[in-house]
């Protein structure tokens, strides 16, 4: 499974693949403590389209 990271800083927004939830956990924290907001972690759900309907996981770290 891959999983996405989503953050926003004042001008630019990105988004990051990683393998595991493991590693996207801790690069969205990274991405928090440099300063990027809005960080979200979503299960990649584009490989299989008739997935994406509810039940797609979505985190957003505080």
Do not use: N
Not at 2 to 18: E, M, N
Not at 22 to 31: F, V
């Amino acid at each position: 499974m891959t999983y996405l990271i989503l953050a926003r800083d004042g001008t630019s927004r990105i988004v990051l693949k990683r393998d595991s939830e493991d590693a996207a956990a801790k690069k969205a924290h990274e991405l928090r403590e440099m300063g990027w907001f809005e960080v979200e972690i979503r299960e990649d759900t584009t490989a299989c389209p008739a997935s994406a309907a509810p039940g797609e996981r979505s985190q957003t770290l505080q």
